[in-house]
Nanobody
Framework: QLQAFGGGLVTTGGSLRLSCAVS????????MGWFRQAPGKEREYVAALAWSGGSTSYADSVEGRFTISRDNTKNTGYLEMNSLKPEDTATYYC????????????????WGQGTLVTVSS
């Protein structure tokens, strides 16, 4: 089970940290991904992290501004978002899958509820 939280309202250039708490799992051979969905648009890939090895991947639109990480002791993943722009406004979802780090929503099996991020100009 995944639970995402930490969204909110922030002005352009501001920062937010989203969290995704993982429960009910003891294995670590999975990938955690962050996706976002703006109103009227499809859900898109933001970043992914291989939980056991720590490898990361980012969408071009957030590379250099967002950082995905995890805390094994808390079984929680994070998405640190800096230099936020109005176009980052969306509902953000965390997902998980076993296997390779992939960037398509259809490859993710487990999903948390979304958390809304609004960036005002």
């Amino acid at each position: 089970q995944l639970q995402a939280f930490g969204g909110g309202l922030v002005t352009t250039g501001g920062s937010l940290r989203l969290s995704c708490a993982v429960s009910g799992r003891t294995e670590t051979n999975y990938v955690m991904g962050w996706f976002r969905q703006a109103p009227g648009k499809e859900r898109e890939y933001v970043a992914a992290l291989a939980w056991s090895g720590g490898s990361t991947s980012y969408a071009d639109s957030v590379e250099g501004r967002f950082t995905i990480s995890r805390d094994n002791t808390k079984n929680t993943g994070y998405l640190e978002m800096n230099s936020l722009k109005p176009e980052d406004t969306a509902t953000y979802y965390c997902g998980a899958r076993y296997g390779r780090m992939l960037q398509f929503t259809r490859h993710y099996t487990y999903w948390g509820q979304g958390t809304l991020v609004t960036v005002s100009s």
